[in-house]
């Protein structure tokens, strides 16, 4: 099947069809390929960001205090 062809079949489908699928071809990429390469140079950059994170004093939030503070600034007039 073309290219084309999967897309024109794609467009048929409802909505909820379609997150389903795009679900199942995530599930399908994760299972191939459950270990994808990583060049050494960025596994070098993610471990030196990782060290000057550990050995920093800097405080991190959590997803819902971020969230709340958006939604403050976001709120004010």
Known sequence: ?????????????????KLILV????????????KLPMPEWQKSELDKRATEFKNSNSLSSDWQSVH??????????
Do not use: Q, Y
Request: hydrophobic residues 40%.
């Open 1 to 17: 099947m073309e290219p084309h062809d999967i897309i024109a079949e794609i467009d048929k489908l409802e909505l909820s069809e």
């Open 23 to 34: 679900e199942d071809i995530w599930d399908s990429i994760a299972k191939a390929h459950s």
């Open 68 to 77: 709340a503070k958006l939604r403050t600034v976001i709120n004010e007039p």
